[in-house]
């Protein structure tokens, strides 16, 4: 198979990518840089930005799938969202996914299948309540926006098959949620944040890796969950990762310090959302790390 990926240079797109030359696929990287990690004939690099229309896009119709990870970063480091900064982070993910499905519309062979990243942010804050993929959306800015990422990506579904992968917070080595709190737990000044009854759903990368590919191979239209199946509370999440690391997992950030320093984007942090994997259990998947101390165990001692 080949396989087109815009994204492919960050966090999940690059152990994408290496899974799917590991899996004998070939990989077409659609990247704004020129960094080509991957030393394999196996992965060409197409330099172009993706959320503008270019020659990439004719590309699309030598491949056979499509995933789209594309994104400026949203929580990873945390940072405030200022108006600007909220526009990057939609317009990145609006308009790569716009140019994808124009692609598709435009070539002779469009590829068999469209992977494209959405997030659990789509469920907005929902306390205790169990989010399988028929819950409704919520309303803040995440929940909008995963609103509008998912829309622009089905504009593709009358011509192939697409898969809306709500992704949960991805635990791996070197990147992601997890690099950005390391400091404070490992000098044992970390802790949980804000009440700490807030439901957290987490995934290790090499699931992620596991469903997309899940989703290359079988017939999964439509959104499917990208969590593990045991969600847990940020106190748990902290008192777990205190413990793999063996230090102290006590000094509890207070909800309004955390709002004081990020304002509108500690809501990505406050959230409540307990997701499960309704669709990924319901076809089989078995979850590599479906429960969390071994998955943090993984992540830390890659
Ligand atoms: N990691 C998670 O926990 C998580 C959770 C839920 C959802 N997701 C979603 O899954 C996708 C991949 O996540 P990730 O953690 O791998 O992200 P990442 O490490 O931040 O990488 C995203 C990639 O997007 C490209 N990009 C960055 N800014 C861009 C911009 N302004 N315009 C166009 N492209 C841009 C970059 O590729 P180039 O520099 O090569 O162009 C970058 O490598 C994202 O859309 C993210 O929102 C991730």
Known sequence: MKVLVTGGTGFLGRRVVAALTEHGHRAVVVSRGTDNPWNTD??????????????????????????NLAGAPIVDPPHRWTETRKLQIRESRLETTRCIVDAFRHVETPPAVFVSASAVGYYGSRGDRKLDETAPAGD??????????????RGAADITRVTLLRTGIALGAGGGALHSMLTPFRLGVGGPWGAGTQWWSWIHVADVVGLILLALE????????????????VNEFAKTLGSVLSRPAVARVPEFALRLALGEAAEAMLASQR???RRALDVGYAFQYPELRPALEAALHA
């Open 42 to 67: 196996a992965v060409e690099l197409v330099r172009s930005d993706p959320t503008r229309p270019g020659p990439w896009q004719t590309m699309l119709g030598t491949c056979d799938a499509v995933i």
């Open 140 to 153: 803040d800015f995440l929940a909008r926006l995963c609103i509008e990422w998912e829309e622009a990506a």
């Open 218 to 233: 079988r017939d999964l239209p439509g959104a499917v969950n990208a969590v593990a199946p045991n969600p847990v509370t």
């Open 275 to 277: 997701v499960v994997p």
